[in-house]
């Protein structure tokens, strides 16, 4: 009978869908395993073959951990808010509802074609109303919050607005934007609209002014990663940097935790160092500066002790102080300094390499000396990060000593026998000279010295800071969540939740007013019941991707975002996998996100992801012909040098194993309709690439075509045949149908022809030999997700097989057992075959044998003088002499050792023995 994948795949894709196999519910007789993938953005494109990747990997080891007895939960779902809908709806006039959902449905049918063992009644959408009223709810306590850094956990505001009552600001530890001192009777003293802006200076979603990158020709904000060398990345669309008043997220208040956090969880410590520099922790010193007109700023410094090789001053060319403290002289070059500024973002002035500043025409006095310092304006300096100012200290740190060297300004080495062209800001173990009051001693020793001494003097004081901003949580967009936020006379106040949830409104276009409002200003009635207007943003994308792990648990609760019970039950994600991309972003603001919910109650644990994979990226093999230049003939690869050619991309799927389709070629395009080939040996051979998967580049592969042409167990097999999870690695449709050819024949052995050839016969000991062999690495590999190297294990193991012809229905059925995560369709197919009831998901993973791996025998190859002669069979447990003996006795040996007493023999357990004579 013939291995129909076709037919076998429908029908089981359709029992589990009737049947619903992989619905689950809370079973408190078995242990709980949350499976989570990055859910993802459903593009009008679909899926290529590079997207599936990680998905089938995590529906490997969901299957594993369910036939190992646990109760599984694998949810999926769609990040569905996003600007690529928003711009298409504005291009088209289209709502993106509609784009939306009918890129869902293109999504859902791919998926479900490759098979994947997902609980779709927990599917969510984060533009699903239903779905994005937490989102709302969940932003509204954090309107309603504070972070208490007594207690180290969010608190009511009510308990502030107490405190305030009672006591003033005496007593308070809390995150705030800027400190503001005042009495319990000042506080009485305030008008309705000065309490709340002093609320709002606590609140963990608090409105602020705050730096932006601002796309004008798409009218909105954009977070970092859509902004690509100062331009959209989506329309290339001019970016300046701009302060706006926008909704955030105090996540710098969680900084502590977050860092903490990452020692309790089992993720790779170049993710977690990714994370820590991204939090970046600094303890360090506030020292006060003034400048000549008698306005004092603050800087902030880990390295007090180089209070005496400060030489300049630099302010981040957005400070407050940038044009307070510019001289009239230098008012024109500071301006046009800062303009150049506006058009790029932090991410590029991070990393940026080229030196650029202007003088700002002031000067700050030295804390100690009182020696006036040039105070200038340069882009690597942020003003997010401290406090937009620093004190420079050239030679002793790289990016000062490249200004310094830029400009001509003094250079002081305070290290004993630094060279100060290089970097030595970390010489724990250097002498201070030029110092001060810190001369002779060692680094070590002057840093807590030197803040002593700034604390003493009242020049500053301790502090530890961090380098994570709180999250810019507003978009001027149409496609994404309402605030559930009203406005009464200029004050922000929440809905109430009872209202929830606020439904985005229809608007006739999606884009900004005339008078320059976001997209909502033109939905009508978009106000309150009383009149009073709506926030006019709406929430970024990471806004429902933040919490969906916990909208899973318990998706259909229109009472709360989840219960008690299943929140208990599945406690958090046991493993996650997704792209290296989240590292920061998504991975801070989802921790963020949780450990505001566990400060609630909310959430039963602090951390949302225990064991998170990151899987690499599959790259596309692109091909390519080669066109006579100024003609319509084409050259074959082994030809081209012989003409003066340019290369052209080509669609992969017109090409096979680098032989291109020629007469698919004309019809592709109709600008090679008429096109001539020059060919070798009959045949058009293309080049090929490995780059990016992309559209532009022709190599983008529909998993359709490959599942239509193979089917999906092949697809899933050779995904993870291609190489380890969490590499990167090229797609080479030339593997693949080896990959195919292994699936008939692991079928050839259930079947002689049309006849079924499986036995209840005992299996011997060199099939159970086999079979253990494969049960035990195939259950190590998946622990280890090294996937590919069990790929390898069934062919070699269906290969012995095979050798053996074997039929025996004992070690068939552990076998597909085995091999149904990776490939379950025909797992199913075969264990029905076998004569068993239900779906093969219901058995439970084999163990394996070690005495079944005991060899009996062990077979040497006879050596002499390093050259192999013939093989003799010992017992396991033949020892040294008795191999001799056997060997030198052997009548074969005669003729080579020719009457010769050796002069050595090697004998390397279990392979050889080598006579020396």
């Given at each position: 009978?013939?291995?129909?994948?076709?037919?076998?795949?429908?029908?089981?894709?359709?029992?589990?869908?009737?049947?619903?196999?992989?619905?689950?519910?809370?079973?408190?007789?078995?242990?709980?395993?949350?499976?989570?993938?990055?859910?993802?953005?459903?593009?009008?494109?679909?899926?290529?073959?590079?997207?599936?990747?990680?998905?089938?990997?995590?529906?490997?080891?969901?299957?594993?951990?369910?036939?190992?007895?646990?109760?599984?939960?694998?949810?999926?779902?769609?990040?569905?808010?996003?600007?690529?809908?928003?711009?298409?709806?504005?291009?088209?006039?289209?709502?993106?509802?509609?784009?939306?959902?009918?890129?869902?449905?293109?999504?859902?049918?791919?998926?479900d074609k490759i098979g994947f063992s997902y609980d779709w009644s927990r599917e969510?959408?984060?533009?699903?109303?239903?779905?994005?009223?937490?989102?709302?709810?969940?932003?509204?306590?954090?309107?309603?919050?504070?972070?208490?850094?007594?207690?180290?956990?969010?608190?009511?505001?009510?308990?502030?607005?107490?405190?305030?009552?009672?006591?003033?600001?005496?007593?308070?530890?809390?995150?705030?934007?800027?400190?503001?001192?005042?009495?319990?009777?000042?506080?009485?003293?305030?008008?309705?609209?000065?309490?709340?802006?002093?609320?709002?200076?606590?609140?963990?979603?608090?409105?602020?002014?705050?730096?932006?990158?601002?796309?004008?020709?798409?009218?909105?904000?954009?977070?970092?990663?859509?902004?690509?060398?100062?331009?959209?990345?989506?329309?290339?669309?001019?970016?300046?940097?701009?302060?706006?008043?926008?909704?955030?997220?105090?996540?710098?208040?969680?900084?502590?935790?977050?860092?903490?956090?990452?020692?309790?969880?089992?993720?790779?410590?170049?993710?977690?160092?990714?994370?820590?520099?991204?939090?970046?922790?600094?303890?360090?010193?506030?020292?006060?500066?003034?400048?000549?007109?008698?306005?004092?700023?603050?800087?902030?410094?880990?390295?007090?002790?180089?209070?005496?090789?400060?030489?300049?001053?630099?302010?981040?060319?957005?400070?407050?102080?940038?044009?307070?403290?510019?001289?009239?002289?230098?008012?024109?070059?500071?301006?046009?300094?800062?303009?150049?500024?506006?058009?790029?973002?932090?991410?590029?002035?991070?990393?940026?390499?080229?030196?650029?500043?202007?003088?700002?025409?002031?000067?700050?006095?030295?804390?100690?000396?009182?020696?006036?310092?040039?105070?200038?304006?340069?882009?690597?300096?942020?003003?997010?990060?401290?406090?937009?100012?620093?004190?420079a200290v050239p030679a002793h740190d790289s990016r000062d000593y490249a200004f310094?060297?830029?400009?001509?300004?003094p250079i002081i080495p305070l290290i004993e026998g630094c060279d100060v062209s290089?970097?030595?800001?970390?010489?724990?173990?250097?002498?201070?000279?030029?110092?001060?009051?810190?001369?002779?001693?060692?680094?070590?020793?002057?840093?807590?010295?030197?803040?002593?001494?700034?604390?003493?003097?009242?020049?500053?004081?301790?502090?530890?800071?961090?380098?994570?901003?709180?999250?810019?949580?507003?978009?001027?967009?149409?496609?994404?969540?309402?605030?559930?936020?009203?406005?009464?006379?200029?004050?922000?106040?929440?809905?109430?939740?009872?209202?929830?949830?606020?439904?985005?409104?229809?608007?006739?276009?999606?884009?900004?007013?005339?008078?320059?409002?976001?997209?909502?200003?033109?939905?009508?009635?978009?106000?309150?019941?009383?009149?009073?207007?709506?926030?006019?943003?709406?929430?970024?994308?990471?806004?429902?991707?933040?919490?969906?792990?916990?909208?899973?648990?318990?998706?259909?609760?229109?009472?709360?975002?989840?219960?008690?019970?299943?929140?208990?039950?599945?406690?958090?994600?046991?493993?996650?996998?997704?792209?290296?991309?989240?590292?920061?972003?998504?991975?801070?603001?989802?921790?963020?996100?949780?450990?505001?919910?566990?400060?609630?109650?909310?959430?039963?644990?602090?951390?949302?992801?225990?064991?998170?994979?990151?899987?690499?990226?599959?790259?596309?093999?692109?091909?390519?012909?080669?066109?006579?230049?100024?003609?319509?003939?084409?050259?074959?690869?082994?030809?081209?040098?012989?003409?003066?050619?340019?290369?052209?991309?080509?669609?992969?799927?017109?090409?096979?194993?680098?032989?291109?389709?020629?007469?698919?070629?004309?019809?592709?395009?109709?600008?090679?309709?008429?096109?001539?080939?020059?060919?070798?040996?009959?045949?058009?051979?293309?080049?090929?690439?490995?780059?990016?998967?992309?559209?532009?580049?022709?190599?983008?592969?529909?998993?359709?075509?490959?599942?239509?042409?193979?089917?999906?167990?092949?697809?899933?097999?050779?995904?993870?045949?291609?190489?380890?999870?969490?590499?990167?690695?090229?797609?080479?449709?030339?593997?693949?149908?080896?990959?195919?050819?292994?699936?008939?024949?692991?079928?050839?052995?259930?079947?002689?022809?049309?006849?079924?050839?499986?036995?209840?016969?005992?299996?011997?000991?060199?099939?159970?030999?086999?079979?253990?062999?494969?049960?035990?690495?195939?259950?190590?590999?998946?622990?280890?997700?090294?996937?590919?190297?069990?790929?390898?294990?069934?062919?070699?193991?269906?290969?012995?097989?095979?050798?053996?012809?074997?039929?025996?229905?004992?070690?068939?059925?552990?076998?597909?057992?085995?091999?149904?995560?990776?490939?379950?369709?025909?797992?199913?197919?075969?264990?029905?075959?076998?004569?068993?009831?239900?779906?093969?998901?219901?058995?439970?993973?084999?163990?394996?044998?070690?005495?079944?791996?005991?060899?009996?025998?062990?077979?040497?190859?006879?050596?002499?003088?390093?050259?192999?002669?013939?093989?003799?069979?010992?017992?396991?447990?033949?020892?040294?002499?008795?191999?001799?003996?056997?060997?030198?006795?052997?009548?074969?040996?005669?003729?080579?050792?020719?009457?010769?007493?050796?002069?050595?023999?090697?004998?390397?357990?279990?392979?050889?023995?080598?006579?020396?004579?």
């Amino acid at each position: 009978m013939d291995y129909n994948f076709e037919e076998i795949e429908k029908r089981w894709q359709q029992y589990w869908t009737e049947n619903q196999t992989y619905r689950v519910t809370e079973n408190s007789t078995k242990p709980k395993f949350y499976v989570l993938d990055m859910f993802p953005y459903p593009s009008g494109a679909g899926l290529h073959v590079g997207h599936p990747l990680g998905y089938i990997a995590s529906d490997i080891y969901s299957r594993f951990k369910r036939l190992q007895g646990y109760n599984v939960l694998h949810p999926m779902g769609y990040d569905a808010y996003g600007l690529p809908a928003e711009q298409y709806a504005i291009q088209t006039g289209q709502h993106p509802a509609i784009t939306t959902q009918k890129n869902i449905a293109r999504y859902r049918e791919q998926l479900d074609k490759i098979g994947f063992s997902y609980d779709w009644s927990r599917e969510i959408r984060t533009s699903d109303p239903e779905y994005y009223k937490w989102t709302q709810w969940a932003f509204l306590q954090m309107f309603k919050s504070y972070y208490d850094f007594d207690t180290n956990r969010a608190a009511p505001i009510d308990r502030l607005i107490a405190h305030f009552e009672q006591q003033g600001t005496e007593g308070i530890h809390a995150a705030c934007s800027e400190e503001r001192g005042f009495t319990a009777d000042e506080w009485k003293a305030k008008s309705e609209k000065d309490r709340q802006d002093v609320l709002m200076n606590y609140r963990i979603a608090y409105l602020g002014d705050t730096m932006v990158n601002w796309c004008a020709a798409l009218g909105t904000v954009l977070a970092n990663d859509e902004v690509i060398n100062g331009l959209s990345q989506r329309g290339g669309y001019p970016v300046e940097q701009k302060r706006m008043r926008q909704w955030c997220l105090r996540v710098s208040a969680y900084a502590q935790r977050l860092l903490d956090g990452l020692e309790t969880i089992d993720w790779t410590d170049s993710l977690k160092e990714t994370q820590k520099n991204w939090i970046g922790r600094s303890e360090g010193a506030v020292m006060h500066f003034k400048a000549q007109n008698n306005i004092r700023f603050d800087i902030f410094t880990t390295r007090a002790d180089t209070i005496f090789g400060v030489t300049f001053m630099v302010l981040a060319p957005e400070s407050d102080l940038t044009l307070l403290l510019t001289s009239e002289e230098q008012l024109p070059a500071v301006q046009e300094y800062l303009e150049k500024t506006k058009k790029r973002t932090e991410r590029e002035r991070i990393s940026e390499k080229t030196v650029s500043g202007v003088f700002s025409g002031s000067y700050a006095l030295h804390p100690f000396t009182g020696e006036k310092l040039p105070i200038w304006i340069s882009d690597y300096v942020l003003a997010g990060y401290g406090t937009g100012a620093i004190m420079a200290v050239p030679a002793h740190d790289s990016r000062d000593y490249a200004f310094a060297k830029h400009f001509d300004l003094p250079i002081i080495p305070l290290i004993e026998g630094c060279d100060v062209s290089q970097e030595s800001f970390d010489a724990k173990d250097g002498v201070m000279i030029n110092s001060g009051f810190l001369n002779g001693k060692t680094v070590k020793e002057a840093i807590p010295a030197a803040i002593d001494e700034v604390e003493q003097k009242g020049l500053g004081y301790r502090q530890i800071n961090y380098r994570l901003r709180d999250a810019i949580f507003s978009r001027q967009r149409y496609w994404g969540e309402p605030f559930p936020i009203y406005y009464k006379d200029g004050i922000a106040y929440p809905l109430e939740e009872s209202k929830l949830p606020l439904e985005l409104p229809e608007v006739d276009k999606y884009l900004p007013t005339e008078a320059g409002d976001p997209p909502l200003g033109r939905a009508k009635n978009w106000h309150t019941e009383e009149g009073y207007p709506f926030e006019l943003s709406t929430m970024p994308g990471f806004a429902g991707s933040s919490a969906y792990y916990l909208r899973y648990m318990d998706p259909h609760n229109p009472k709360a975002l989840v219960s008690k019970h299943a929140d208990e039950y599945w406690r958090n994600v046991d493993l996650y996998i997704g792209g290296t991309e989240h590292a920061t972003g998504h991975l801070i603001y989802s921790r963020f996100w949780n450990k505001f919910l566990f400060d609630l109650g909310v959430s039963c644990e602090q951390e949302p992801f225990k064991k998170l994979v990151n899987q690499g990226m599959i790259q596309g093999r692109s091909n390519f012909v080669y066109r006579i230049n100024h003609t319509q003939t084409f050259v074959s690869y082994n030809l081209k040098d012989q003409y003066e050619t340019s290369p052209l991309h080509v669609d992969v799927n017109i090409v096979h194993n680098d032989l291109l389709d020629i007469e698919a070629f004309r019809n592709w395009n109709p600008e090679y309709k008429k096109a001539e080939f020059i060919l070798e040996d009959g045949k058009y051979v293309c080049g090929w690439a490995i780059e990016k998967m992309s559209k532009s580049m022709f190599n983008v592969v529909n998993p359709d075509d490959i599942i239509e042409k193979y089917g999906a167990d092949t697809l899933r097999l050779y995904e993870m045949f291609l190489g380890p999870l969490e590499q990167s690695k090229p797609w080479d449709t030339n593997g693949i149908d080896g990959v195919h050819r292994f699936l008939r024949k692991l079928w050839n052995l259930f079947f002689d022809g049309e006849k079924w050839r499986v036995s209840d016969e005992e299996p011997s000991k060199d099939e159970l030999r086999a079979l253990h062999k494969l049960i035990k690495k195939v259950t190590t590999d998946i622990e280890q997700f090294s996937f590919n190297t069990s790929v390898s294990a069934f062919m070699i193991c269906v290969n012995e097989l095979s050798q053996l012809r074997c039929n025996k229905k004992a070690i068939l059925s552990d076998l597909l057992v085995c091999l149904a995560p990776f490939a379950p369709h025909i797992a199913e197919e075969l264990w029905h075959r076998l004569g068993n009831e239900g779906t093969i998901f219901d058995t439970a993973f084999p163990k394996f044998r070690e005495d079944y791996l005991q060899e009996e025998t062990f077979s040497y190859s006879i050596s002499f003088n390093g050259r192999t002669r013939f093989t003799l069979d010992f017992p396991a447990d033949a020892g040294r002499e008795a191999i001799e003996k056997a060997v030198l006795e052997h009548v074969k040996s005669e003729r080579w050792l020719e009457g010769k007493t050796p002069k050595k023999i090697i004998i390397v357990p279990k392979k050889i023995v080598n006579i020396v004579i």
